[in-house]
């Protein structure tokens, strides 16, 4: 989207980053602090990311959901090491991302992070068997040949994909190809693997096959995964799932399984809004659209919550329902 009158100038956002105290997330995996990325195209600005706050857990299996021009990838591009923000903070482990040297930005790609792309062709040689795209990356940070066979195995038979070792991606299905990426992805142990629409070019049922990929190597291997995607169906295959709009976090969804006293369980999904650093909360649109939410709006403190309804004369507003309340 392009710059409006009423939205902070760069200088203003680079101060608001800067006088946050340098806690925020701290025993975060994953920490982005009001990170802005704005790209000047043609004379236009463009704010990607509008102080985007995301904080990822070690072992989380976490989907980013957004629509189109959200500013999912340039978050992606960011956390990968590909494009520096232009304010704000982010940090993965111990990098310190806006602070890395060309030399570091190497060995943080290497060895910190792996990455699975929309497009196989961006994640496997076309000219190599599955084993060797696997054996690939490891072979260039010097593991030796024995460990490399080893790994290269255990990381296939993982994915389900064992069979397809000696073939190459051009033999092998879509969704088969994203397998072997995600061992690609993960052949030097990184501590977070990022993928973004790793499912985009496939079917549904292809696309819960490679999701399925991603749930057992978090299980099993305890990597970090982070999802990046414009399909709002994968929340229901992943713990959490964080909505971008307008390069801001809005909303996330929980799901969690409960246990019935009969022993069954079952999976409940709870949806949060995201309240940001300087308050401001985004109303589902839903919500705005059945209660007539434009403009301004009376907002009220109560004991233990806010209530937030229409700014209608006295009358129409005697009691505030609890379906009016934000969270
Ligand atoms: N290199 C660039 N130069 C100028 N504008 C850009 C550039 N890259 C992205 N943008 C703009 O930044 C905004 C966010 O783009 P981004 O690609 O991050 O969104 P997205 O959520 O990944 O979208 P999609 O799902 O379509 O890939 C969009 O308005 C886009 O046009």
């Not at 990381?155 to 073939?167: F, Q, T, Y």
Request: aromatic residues 4%.
């Amino acid at each position: 989207m392009t710059t409006k009158l009423d939205e902070p100038t760069l200088g203003a956002l680079e101060e608001r980053a800067l006088r946050r105290p340098g806690t925020f997330g701290e025993h975060a995996l994953v920490a982005c602090d009001s990170l802005v990325r704005i790209y000047q195209s043609e004379g236009i600005e463009v704010q990607a990311l509008q102080g985007l706050d995301l904080l990822v857990d070690a072992g989380e299996l976490v989907a980013i959901v957004g629509a189109s021009g959200s500013g999912k990838s340039t978050l992606l591009a960011v956390l990968s090491g590909l494009d520096a923000p232009t304010a704000g903070r982010v940090r993965v482990g111990d990098w310190d991302l806006m602070a890395m040297s060309a030399r570091q930005r190497v060995d943080y790609r290497r060895s910190m992070v792996g990455f699975v792309w929309q497009q196989t062709a961006r994640n496997l040689v076309p000219y190599l068997t599955a084993a060797e795209n696997v054996d690939l990356p490891m072979a260039l940070a010097g593991v030796r040949r024995k460990e490399r066979a080893t790994r290269t195995a255990d990381l296939l038979a993982m994915l389900g994909v064992a069979s397809c070792a000696d073939r190459r991606p051009g033999q092998l299905s879509g969704g088969q190809q994203q397998r072997v990426a995600i061992a690609v992805g993960l052949a030097n142990r990184p501590q977070v693997l990022f993928a973004d629409e790793p499912t985009g070019e496939l079917d549904t049922a292809t696309s819960a096959d490679v999701l399925d990929g991603l749930r057992t190597i978090n299980r099993e291997l305890g990597t970090t995964v982070v999802v990046v995607t414009h399909d709002a169906g994968v929340s229901e295959h992943v713990q959490r799932t964080v909505a971008i709009r307008d390069g801001r976090t809005s909303s996330e969804v929980v799901r969690t399984t409960r246990t019935h006293e009969d022993g069954t369980e079952h999976t409940v999904a709870e949806e949060f809004a995201v309240l940001d650093r300087a308050g401001r909360v985004q109303l589902p649109q839903e919500y705005r659209e059945t209660l007539d939410l434009v403009g301004r709006v009376r907002l009220a403190l109560e004991d233990s919550h806010i209530s937030l309804w229409p700014d209608r004369p006295r009358a129409a507003t005697p009691t505030v329902p609890d379906e009016e309340t934000t969270r």
